[in-house]
């Protein structure tokens, strides 16, 4: 018998709904979710490509701030609302303890105007594996008069927990680190760096965004006060939106660092207007609750939010120590290759994180060329070069590299 496709509708009207299998999360490598690329990409540790499902729900979101068709039940309270309760579960952090902020930097810059620096003094312990952006704001901070002592680098490639132990006194207010290392992908143990600083009643700040959506992280676990990430990086989003985290028991204690309206909660009543009741004041209001009510920013960046959307539930559903695990092969194959030619490696032996780092002095007049005439796109810097492996990434793409990389470093 012919089976015709009116009949097929006709028969699946009929037939009663049944629960819908479960997606399968995607196998790694996860080619398949990215645009095919015309060149190796070991630089998702500067700007990640954008997941192909991302671009879908951009598009879809220019038809709605276009008008195009009918939008109804297009809610950018509940992508919002998606993406905080998302992000929370990839970093370990409740909903009211995240709030979004525009990048790393600023988050990192209102955590420290919230604590009263400059002008409340004392000491500050960043290190030497921090954002190099940060080296600046400290440089400020302790023209200023703030007492700022920056850890070195050890020859390994580590910060010493000994001289971190050291330097962090009774007058130290701020213990602030990379939870991985931009320089070379070294991982703090946050909970140790919680433990030395709680110790002398000083509080922690992590940027997370090389270990946000890379890594397993567990902010509350760990005890960290505050956290910030911008999006472009392992979480797959763009520039301009990021996340700041403020753990709940330390909210109270802050002072606010600005004003923003999204800030403001309860009744807002204005006195202003045509048939306003009566005030004292333009207008009466209260506060949001949690970090949203001490940090929050003025508008968002809408088209960050709906790519987050998207990216951040991909990642869940591959899940961050599948990442991990997926690309240690990967990581260990750069180290111990490169380390056998005699290339001098800025990365600890056994790093679980996605970024492989090795000094070599002049690296970019050495390999710049070399590797973009062979197709390979990774950071290469004055004197270091830096591998950034991804889900897209496998094998293939780590013999392309060693393949073209010296047998030996260039003199």
Known sequence: ??????????????????????????????????????????????????PLGARTALEEYLRYKTRDGLWRGYSMDDKEKSVIENFGALVGAAPDELCFIQSTTMGENLVLKALGFPQAGGRIVPDALHFFGSFYTYGELAKDGVDVVTLPMTPEGRIDMTAMAAAINDRTKLVSVSHI???????????????????????????????????????????VDFAAS??????????????????????????????????????????????????????????????????????TSWTGVVQLEHSLRWIRDVGVANIQAYRQPMVDTIQ????????????????????????????????????????????VSGNRFRVSLSVFNDMNDVDRLLSVLPKAPPA
């Open 336 to 379: 111990t290759e490169l380390r056998r030619r005699g290339y001098r490696p800025m990365t600890p032996m056994g790093s679980r994180t996605p970024l492989v780092a090795f000094a070599l002095k002049d690296a970019r007049s050495k390999l710049a060329q070399l590797l973009a005439s062979n197709d390979i796109r990774m950071t």
């Open 230 to 299: 911008a999006s472009y990086k392992w979480l797959m989003g763009d520039f301009g939106l990021g996340f700041l985290y403020v753990r709940r028991e330390v909210q109270a204690k802050l002072t606010r660092p600005w004003w923003g309206y999204h800030q403001v909660g309860g009744t807002f009543q204005t006195h202003t207007n045509p048939f306003d009741p009566p005030g004292d004041r333009p207008a009466d209001y209260g506060y949001e609750t949690g970090a949203t009510g001490k940090f929050a920013m003025g508008t």
């Open 1 to 50: 018998m012919k089976v015709t496709r009116r009949a097929l509708v006709a028969g699946a009207a009929a037939t009663p709904v049944v629960a819908q299998a479960q997606t399968p999360p995607p196998v790694l490598p996860a080619k398949a979710a990215f645009a095919k690329m015309p060149f190796v990409y070991l630089d998702s540790g500067s700007t990640h490509p954008m």
């Open 181 to 223: 290392s931009t320089t070379n992908g070294f991982e703090h143990d946050l909970k140790a760096v919680c433990e030395l600083a709680h110790a002398h009643g000083a509080m922690v700040y992590a940027d997370i965004v090389h270990g946000a959506g890379s890594t397993p992280l567990d902010l509350r676990a760990a005890g």
